[in-house]
């Protein structure tokens, strides 16, 4: 890549955005890594305290939805690359309120496409759109097999399917325009600064607070939970010297039920609050479970691994421990983040389950 890219990083105070930013940041000091987020309640700028100062980095508060914003901020810093992470990223509330998923996910993935289209008109040389994908685009596995590239789209949330048809729109602005694009699709991610409406930091902060620890059904559907960082190394290898027009899926070859990981959960957090053991378990309730939830996702990474050297690098039960670290030495930043909005969102999902 040439020295002095801009890059525009779409969603870069969220939860993965803030660890890509970082990387990048860090490890390319000549390339201009622009944030645009809207920070909605998901964006927390908090999340890159350590990297605002820095020379290369620029943040601009922008909605993806907004075509005039994105034009300007394409103008203004020259932008070469995007790394697409902005998203409404949340299954249950894509239950409750489904329209922003698709106003956010598939309308803003449309007006930044558009964007790189008329802004490198048609000279695409050094230009770069890497749209950040899940696998939740592919369904919902029985007990066997796992999601490979060529797994048959099946999303079945409204978010999964806002998800879907970002992704079909990315490749078909390759096949039309010959727009430079690249695509992942990653499992579920865990690490600090994830926003404690999903399953880990949401447990954390009820195991901390002596709440109820809501299970859905009976917690034996499975995920395949990956490192945030190792997802955020992924991301730059995938960047740099994935194929354009491919796709790449990115696991963490990490398969757990979801009660285990409960327990496991329940156990390390016992022995770092000095709690006697099973007194976190006790907390576990089971409640009606999500509407069309999937039973089971796993990733075949070995198209990554082969073809472009990545894998993950932590061990599940090092990156658990440490993630609980964090929240216990950040507790600031989760009461901050649960203070307000957060209080009403919680009690409307989880009042009559
Ligand atoms: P997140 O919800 O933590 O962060 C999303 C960010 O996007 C926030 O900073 C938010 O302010 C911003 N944003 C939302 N709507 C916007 C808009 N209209 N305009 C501009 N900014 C907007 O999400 P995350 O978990 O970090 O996920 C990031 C991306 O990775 C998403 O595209 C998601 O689909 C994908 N992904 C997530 C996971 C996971 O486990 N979290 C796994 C695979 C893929
Ligand atoms: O697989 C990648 C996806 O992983 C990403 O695309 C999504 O953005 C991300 O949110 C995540 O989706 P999940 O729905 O798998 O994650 P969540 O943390 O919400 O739930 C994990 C599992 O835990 C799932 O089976 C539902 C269950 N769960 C979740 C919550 C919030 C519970 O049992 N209770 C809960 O309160």
């Known amino acids: 890549m040439d020295q002095e890219k801009a890059i525009l990083v779409t969603g870069g105070a969220g939860f993965i955005g803030s660890h890509v930013v970082r990387l990048l940041v860090n490890k390319y000091p000549h390339y201009r890594i622009i944030n645009l987020d809207a920070l909605t309640y998901a964006g927390n700028l908090a999340n890159l305290k350590d990297v605002e100062g820095k020379p290369n980095y620029a943040f601009e508060k922008a909605n993806i939805c907004d075509e005039d914003s994105v034009n300007k901020i394409f103008s203004d810093y020259h932008i070469e690359a995007v790394i697409h992470l902005a998203a409404e990223s ?25 964007a790189a289209r008329s802004h490198w008109d048609e000279n695409f040389t050094g230009k770069c759109f890497y749209h950040i994908s899940t696998d939740e685009v592919y369904g919902s596995l029985g007990s066997e097999g796992m999601f490979t590239e060529h797994t048959p789209y099946d999303p079945r ?16 602005y ?39 620890l809501p299970i859905y059904g009976e917690g034996l559907n499975v995920r395949d939970w990956l490192w945030v960082e190792d997802h955020a190394r992924a991301i730059d ?21 979801n009660i285990d990981l409960v327990h496991l959960l329940c ?12 007194t976190a378990r006790k907390l576990i309730t089971f409640v009606k479970d999500r509407a069309g939830h999937d039973m089971r996702y796993a990733i075949d990474a070995s ?36 203070s307000g909005d957060y209080k009403n969102y919680y009690s409307n999902q989880y009042r009559n389950r």
């Open 90 to 114: 949340h299954v249950d509330r894509s239950i409750s309120n489904p329209t922003g998923f698709f106003m956010t996910n598939i309308i803003g993935t449309v007006n930044l496409l558009n």
């Open 174 to 212: 390759f096949h039309t325009y010959q727009l430079p694009v690249k695509l992942s699709n990653c499992s579920n991610n865990y690490g600090a600064n994830q926003f404690p409406e999903k399953l880990i930091p949401l447990l954390i902060n009820n195991i901390r607070k002596e709440l109820p």
């Open 157 to 172: 949330s409204p978010y999964s399917s806002s998800k879907a048809s970002s992704d079909h729109i990315v490749r078909s």
């Open 303 to 338: 198209k990554i691994e082969s073809e472009l050297d990545w894998k993950p690098s932590v061990q599940f039960e090092q990156g658990l421990s440490s993630t609980i670290d964090w929240y216990l030495s950040n507790q600031d930043w989760i009461d901050d983040v649960t």
């Open 267 to 278: 156990d390390l957090m016992d022995e770092k609050l000095g709690r006697e053991k099973g």
């Open 237 to 257: 290898v995938v960047f740099h010297e994935g194929k354009f027009g491919e796709t790449y899926n990115i696991g963490g070859v990490n398969e757990w039920k």
